[in-house]
């Protein structure tokens, strides 16, 4: 925003929430498919301090192993994983005869107190 206005070619807000409700309704399918879970299979401690970590994470009903590093990045633990949105069922999102549009592939990263790790 600039004085107030929003900057020329950037979405209104009135824009960004239905987006986020489109989202949510009908690429995640919330209403059906609430949560988000991933169980993991196994968790080996590496020598720099962080993890290594593989399970299955079930998104929008579908499931798929998933294993990925977590880093230690001062008093928090750090994990980044790329989802490719196609591999659990979800069609990515697009508006406006395609000109927006998410990727296939989302970047999701989590970050947690390490606390006595």
Do not use: C, N, W
């Not at 498919?33 to 970590?53: N, T, Y």
């Not at 989802?83 to 296939?104: D, E, N």
Request: proline share 8%; net charge positive; no cysteine.
């Amino acid at each position: 925003m600039r004085d107030g206005r929003p900057l020329p070619g950037a979405l209104r807000l009135a824009d960004v929430r239905e987006i986020e409700a489109t989202i949510a309704a009908t690429v995640l399918r919330a209403a059906r498919f609430p949560e988000l879970r991933f169980a993991s299979a196994e968790v080996a401690r590496r020598q720099d301090g962080g993890f290594d970590v593989r399970g299955t994470l079930t998104l929008a009903g579908g499931s798929r192993p998933l294993a990925f590093p977590v880093r230690r990045e001062g008093e928090r633990l750090v994990a980044e994983v790329t989802l490719h949105q196609p591999a659990f069922g979800i069609r990515p999102y697009s508006a406006m005869l395609g000109t927006l549009r998410v990727k296939p592939d989302v970047l999701v990263r989590v970050a947690l107190p390490a606390g006595g790790l």
